[in-house]
């Protein structure tokens, strides 16, 4: 049965029939391919590939991008998602996409955390509209991001990617989201990015290398032709301009030298189709799925094995003919069981499976016979066990187990011991640390099963403080028997935040005996562009406390000042000159949830500085903060007073979380251009373990103070797709309901009313304005004039009708 569109439901519905049970796909919402990302312009860099492609493409986007900021005007959260959301149409349409499905989530604010995405989006619901915006559209490939908490990847791209896996698996499967729709099987699933060596210039469809030589990997040179006689690179860099709330619109030009344009790559993570990694270009991503041909897929029993075992490979495929399969030199086969040779290294290995001229691959991973490995931070850990879970066992692991050491300090680093041999094992574990560690002597592991572990601490001491913070600290762990894996180390800074005398006098100046203590350099780069002088931006910072506050004083040296924001616009302050003080009040947060950010401006357009908490655990003004500041020809100077008491927490005295950042704006158009700070990683204002550490001398916090943080303050406030007139024009286009939500029961307008089975809110769209009607069964009078209707009952379904 296909599915009614809005106008033939309502006559079924006035004529007393119920609707489907279960809505089919209209065939103008049939596609051949789906980009799967977070928030507007997240499909920017995949637009030259899609629009080489040629294909009937569309966008999924689960949120407006309500919590980034706006270069182009004060609106914000559901004003700016309308804003975000015409962007993004305008962007993807000079790739030929015309279909843009938002599930109005909310863009809450920067994280590196999917857990906490998750918290906000929720799992099961959001995964069930991109089921049914699978299931309704029907694409053969499905494009999307990196799911792993990768150093820097943002929490919601890592959250957006989990969703397209899992519905890659969900979608094909009959018994799973019965009402969002006919299972439909994707036939292949790439997420964007390689990780590896690239070059540029045509050469680079086949000429770059994986990390990972098991990676299956192609690339698409944005140098072709397009319309217009434009490349690909030209399009797609005057697609990117139409961001221009987020800053985008004075990018500079795509090279015009063909050897200095780029690819974009895209790496397999799962298919139903046979492929051939031989087969590179745009032509290589379509092998198998479009045209669909027939399904072939191949998986072992087990994904890793260890020297000398055997894996028995299944082949799933709709084509005639004898299954044959070919491993790895020094593999043996027999049959659909083959044996890793005794020597057999470490490391991803693929097995290809051949039916007549058709093949597909299955990946295992050969480890040591005992594997140590070190404590993870959680969200790595839950990634792992999501990979695993979901079935994609081949994406655990891909992230490089770190850890951070205080410059000078010592921590404990627990190791985990897994015996993944058929036999039981014992021996010895050891830590080989980099020059400037001291620790890691071996230590025994008792006898263990095949599948069971045992947990040992190694105490890491850092002995030489000169070395460098923002690098990993590559280190091997070593187990008897035989085997070897990698980890890191990373140095943060320290300091001791000593107790001042008096309480300092906020007034932007360092008083005598105010701040006794150390001064911070806060001056090396994390993001943006490199400083072209210390007098184009760097800075130092000093800190104290006194009774129960704690006192920063921050002098930033910049040349050049950037836009002066309103006071009643003290927020997101990335776009312009700024300082951020982030506090982990006990040095063991997981993302900033749990932790107090705050920012300050040192000048506004009203004349003086303003204050502003971003990204933590109650984003928003900042109770009880005093701030001043001192602008000077050349440089400003902020200070800030913080009650202990307004941190989500008691502070442990002994491992305070402390960074200091400055934001460097040299532009009058909202956006910054560099970052500077104390500890420097990309993407170190979400991520609290590489915060510098700080012990707060003599201080002991008052008794009853809580010791957990309280549950954050998250902003979910997003636009609804009933209440967005581009949102609506295209369901009605497509005859699907707005927000990928189950349908209700279709609506009509008809002669100024709006006729509709049952009770409701109605989004009009008219002449006069928006109005919001509250609706009941039978019919509501409309305003004057042609009107575009946005209808959501009291189950979560929606419809849309014009008239």
């Known amino acids: 049965m296909r599915k009614l569109v809005a106008g033939s439901a309502a006559l079924v519905l006035m004529a007393g029939l119920a609707p489907p049970a279960v809505a089919e796909p209209a065939p103008k919402a049939d596609l051949d391919v789906l980009f799967v990302g977070a928030h507007p312009d997240d499909e920017a860099s995949t637009l030259s590939t899609i629009g080489q492609l040629g294909l009937k493409a569309g966008v ?3 949120t407006r991008g309500e919590g980034g900021g706006n270069a182009v005007g004060p609106e914000e959260g559901p004003a700016l998602g309308l804003i975000r959301e015409a962007e993004e149409r305008k962007a993807v349409g000079r790739a030929g996409i015309t279909d843009v499905f938002n599930f109005d989530k909310a863009d809450f604010y920067y994280t590196v955390s999917s857990p906490l995405t998750e918290q906000a989006w929720g799992h099961q619901r959001t995964l069930e509209q991109l089921v049914r915006v699978i299931r309704q559209t029907r694409p053969e490939i499905v494009l999307t991001m990196d799911p792993a908490p990768s150093p820097g990847n943002h929490g ?11 519905a890659y698996t969900a979608a094909a499967d009959p018994a799973k989201f019965r009402e969002a729709g006919r299972a439909w099987p ?5 997420t964007t990015g390689l990780d590896g060596e690239r070059t540029t210039g045509p050469d680079c469809v086949a000429n770059f290398t994986p990390a990972d030589p098991a990676d299956r990997v192609w690339g698409v040179w944005a140098g072709a032709t397009g319309p217009g006689g434009k490349t690909w690179a030209q399009i ?11 800053g985008w619109a004075d990018r500079p030009d795509a090279p015009t030298d063909p050897a200095k344009i780029a690819c974009d790559y895209f790496t397999l993570a799962a298919s139903r189709v046979p492929y051939r990694v031989e087969n590179r270009g745009a032509a290589g991503i379509l092998d198998g799925a479009v045209p669909m041909g027939p399904t072939l897929s191949a998986t072992a029993d087990r994904y890793r094995v260890t020297a000398g075992e055997r894996v028995t490979i299944d082949v799933d495929s709709s084509a005639p003919g004898e299954v044959t399969l070919s491993a790895p030199e ?6 659909r069981t083959v044996t890793v040779p005794a020597d057999a290294k470490p490391g991803k290995a693929r097995i290809r499976a051949t039916v007549g001229s058709d093949s597909t691959e299955a990946l295992v991973e050969v480890v040591p016979p005992v594997v140590a490995t070190q404590e993870q931070l959680p969200q790595v850990a839950q990634y792992d066990d999501w990979a695993r879970q979901a079935g994609f066992p081949d994406r655990a692991g891909e992230v490089l187990p770190v850890l951070t050491v205080p410059s000078g300090g010592t921590r404990d680093i627990a190791v985990t011991v897994r015996n993944e041999s058929p036999v039981p094992q014992r021996g010895t574990v050891s830590l080989e640390l980099p020059a400037g560690f001291a ?4 230590q025994p592991y008792p006898e263990l099963a095949p599948g069971a572990t045992h947990r040992v601490t190694f105490p890491v001491r850092n002995t030489d403080t000169g070395l460098a913070p923002g690098k990993d600290y590559t280190y091997r762990l070593h187990t008897s028997p035989g085997g070897a894996t990698t980890a890191a180390l990373e140095i943060v800074p320290a300091t001791a935040i000593p107790r001042a005398a008096s309480a300092p006098a906020v007034d932007g100046a360092a008083g005598e005996g105010e701040y006794p203590g150390a001064t911070l350099d806060v001056s090396a780069r994390w993001e943006g562009d490199d400083c072209e002088s210390a007098a184009d931006c760097s800075g130092t910072a000093t800190l104290s406390w006194h009774d129960d506050t704690l006192y920063a004083l921050v002098d930033v040296t910049d040349d050049v000042a950037g836009t002066k924001l309103a006071t009643a616009d003290c927020k997101r302050h990335w776009r312009t000159d700024a300082v951020e003080l982030a506090i982990d009040p006990r040095g063991r947060s997981e993302n900033t949830s749990s932790t107090y950010k705050l920012a300050v401006l040192p000048a506004t357009a009203d004349g003086g500085p303003c204050a502003f908490r971003d990204a933590d655990n109650a984003q928003g003004p900042a109770p009880g903060v005093r701030v001043a500041a001192k602008v000077r020809e050349g440089g400003y100077t902020v200070e800030a007073a913080i009650p202990m008491e307004q941190l989500p927490g008691a502070v442990d005295p002994a491992a305070l979380g402390l960074n200091v950042l400055v934001y460097d704006s040299d532009t009058q158009d909202k956006t910054g251009q560099t970052r500077i700070g104390w500890s420097t ?17 003599g201080y002991t916090p008052p008794p009853g103070r809580p010791v957990e943080p309280p549950a954050p303050k998250l902003p979910l406030e997003a636009l609804a797709s009933v209440d967005s007139p581009q949102s609506l024009e295209q369901s009605i286009r497509l005859g699907l309901p707005p927000g990928a939500a189950p349908a209700a029961r279709s609506i009509r307008v008809r002669d100024g009313w709006l006729y509709a089975a049952e009770r409701g809110t109605a989004y009009v769209f008219a002449p006069s304005g928006r109005h919001v009607l509250q609706v009941k069964p039978g019919r509501t009078k409309l305003p004057a004039g042609p009107v575009l209707v946005g209808f959501a009952n009291t189950r979560g379904g929606t419809a849309a009708a014009s008239g």
């Open 439 to 442: 620790g890691g002597q071996a």
């Open 156 to 166: 919601n791209h890592q959250y957006a990617a989990r969703l397209a896996f899992e």
């Open 330 to 335: 020094g593999w043996t086969v027999a049959g």
């Open 681 to 697: 990683w990309g993407g170190v204002q979400g991520d609290p373990y590489r915060w510098g550490r700080a012990t707060v001398d």
């Open 236 to 246: 797609e860099r005057e697609a990117q301009r139409e961001y221009a709330s987020q």
């Open 60 to 62: 999924v986007t689960v």
């Open 186 to 190: 994707v036939a292949k699933l790439f």
